[in-house]
């Protein structure tokens, strides 16, 4: 088994855990019921945990969860139209709404 992801909110776990098992990749959430500790234990220890049953479905599993982690951010740019200086994980001017031209 292999931790994949924990969060103290465990509506998202959850969530997680459904998309990942929509995908045929099995998975069990731990410390579900353990926020009443919080306090005696430290909060973090205490958060809903998902872990993957099969170590090997772990790489499928992080592109579902966070599809965005591997992709690279863009340098920055200037707007064709307004000549506006963008940051480069910005794809649409927020001067005049013009897009990135690649």
């Known amino acids: 088994m292999k931790l994949i992801y924990c969060a103290p909110n465990l509506l998202l776990v959850k969530h997680f855990q459904n998309l990942l098992e929509a995908h045929g990749i099995g998975c069990i959430v731990k410390n579900e019921n353990l926020n009443s500790a919080a306090g005696e234990l430290p909060p973090t220890e205490c958060w809903p945990e998902l872990w993957l049953t099969d170590e ?24 064709p139209r307004c000549d506006e200086w963008l940051e480069g994980q910005f794809n649409q001017c927020w001067n005049c709404g013009e897009y990135r031209i690649n």
């Open 56 to 79: 090997a479905n772990y790489g499928e599993a992080a592109q579902l969860l966070f599809p965005s982690a591997n992709e690279q951010i863009q340098p920055s740019w200037t707007c």
